[in-house]
Each structure stands twice: as C-alpha cells, then as structure tokens.
C-alpha cells in the first residue's frame, strides 16, 4: 500500500458521506427539481468526483506520509 491505512479509512469514510449525499440530492432533484436543488446535486456530484480522483491518485503516489489537505478534511468529520 502507497499510503497509511487510516489516511485511506478516513478518505474512504469521506466518499462514502458523498456518495450518501448525492444520493439525497438526486430524490430532491426528481421530487422537486427547484434550480437550487439541481445545483445542490451538482456541487455534491462534483465533490464525490473530487474524491474519488483523490484516492486513485493516492494510490499511485510514492510512499509517504499522510497529504495535509486529507489530514484537515478529516478534522472536520463529527466524532
């Protein structure tokens, strides 16, 4: 493995809340389909994109220690 096990368990528990969100926010869109709620699901489409781009790309990066930006998103999570 490329990176430590809780930087991906920390990553994966991020994806996992977008994918829930964006779930949510596509039945608003096909419930009301308001133009916020439609940018609501693009933001969060966008966001589980960002993602998942960001844990591929974790592993394919050399060994090292956990990246900063993935460190100060986890420090956000609720505990």
């Given at each position: 493995?490329?990176?430590?096990?809780?930087?991906?368990?920390?990553?994966?528990?991020?994806?996992?809340?977008?994918?829930?969100?964006?779930?949510?926010?596509?039945?608003?869109?096909?419930?009301?389909?308001?133009?916020?709620d439609v940018?609501?699901?693009?933001?969060?489409?966008e966001n589980?994109?960002?993602?998942l781009d960001?844990?591929?790309?974790?592993?394919?990066?050399?060994?090292?220690?956990?990246?900063?930006?993935?460190?100060?998103?986890?420090?956000?999570?609720?505990?």
């Amino acid at each position: 493995m490329t990176t430590t096990t809780d930087e991906f368990t920390v990553l994966d528990q991020l994806i996992v809340r977008a994918l829930v969100t964006l779930r949510l926010a596509r039945a608003a869109c096909a419930d009301r389909g308001t133009q916020k709620d439609v940018e609501l699901r693009n933001r969060a489409e966008e966001n589980l994109d960002a993602l998942l781009d960001f844990r591929y790309s974790a592993t394919q990066r050399p060994t090292r220690g956990p990246s900063s930006t993935l460190l100060r998103a986890a420090e956000r999570l609720p505990t």
